[in-house]
């Protein structure tokens, strides 16, 4: 079954969203290599710091790594659930979809700056109007300091940064398959964008509430020292994996003979 068969399945019969499952598939499949998983998030840390420090492209290519990384998690996490050896090359077989994700994380990258234009103007005029209003009325400010604070607008900054960030996860949320179907189902980048929009609209609030719930998780790792983290993104992966394996079957989709059952429950080996 190709994306379009697979999409309009998807669309017209509905899927079963199984919250529970896939954070419990998610632990079982880093138990059965933690080692290794913990090993690709280092590495790929490692590989992301050392991208950012390039001059200008720093920060795009440490964006575009990261998308391409995280699908190498994908594809392990696929081998050790069908056991067809899961190796530590794995992390690095996405590179083959290279082009593919650099234009999703361009495209994703640039909803992201439309999103951010409006508290960005709002908060740079704040600044420069304050900043004027200080050199106009240097005497007043010198008497009264605390003054200075009232220059900006809190009470409007505050619920504009809420919608900012609202619309921020919304395009996370929605977009969070991309990466892995045009890797998997060999698609164009935007109809792996149109096919993740598509599938995860039927199911919104399910999808938002776990990445929620993942994001707490994340926090509360970063909150041991950071060492956490450790544990937590690279389960954050497999949890994600995990979704993405029982909702879309990509091994069905590339005709893999590991794929023998439609059944979530049942592909536990």
């Not at 995280?70 to 067809?84: D, E, H, K, L």
């Amino acid at each position: 079954m190709n994306m379009q068969d697979k999409l309009q399945d998807l669309i017209t019969n509905d899927y079963e969203f199984k919250f529970g499952e896939y954070f419990s598939r998610g632990w079982q499949l880093f138990g059965k290599k933690p080692g290794h998983y913990i090993g690709f998030f280092a590495l790929t840390m490692l590989m992301i710091m050392v991208v950012a420090f390039i001059p200008v492209i720093g920060s795009i290519g440490a964006q575009i790594l990261g998308g391409v990384l995280m699908v190498g998690f994908f594809v392990f996490s696929q081998n050790i659930q069908y056991n067809a050896n899961p190796t530590f090359d794995d992390l690095f077989k996405p590179f083959s979809s290279f082009g593919k994700i650099t234009i999703v994380q361009l495209i994703i990258l640039g909803f992201t700056i439309v999103i951010l234009m409006p508290i960005l103007i709002f908060g740079f005029t704040s600044i420069f109007s304050g900043i004027f209003d200080i050199v106009q009325n240097a005497d007043y400010y010198d008497n009264n300091p605390g003054a200075v604070f009232e220059m900006f607008d809190l009470e409007a900054m505050i619920p504009l940064a809420i919608i900012t960030y609202l619309f921020l996860f919304f395009i996370q949320t929605i977009y969070m398959f991309s990466n892995p179907i045009a890797h998997f189902f060999n698609v164009s980048a935007w109809e792996s964008m149109e096919a993740s929009r598509k599938i995860i609209q039927k199911k919104f609030f399910h999808f938002f509430g776990l990445i929620i719930l993942l994001a707490i998780m994340n926090i509360a790792g970063a909150m041991c020292i950071f060492v956490g983290l450790f544990i937590t993104i690279p389960l954050t992966y497999t949890t994600m994996y995990a979704a993405f394996d029982d909702i879309l079957k990509p091994t069905e989709a590339n005709n893999d003979s590991l794929a023998n059952d439609d059944s979530f429950e049942k592909r536990d080996n």
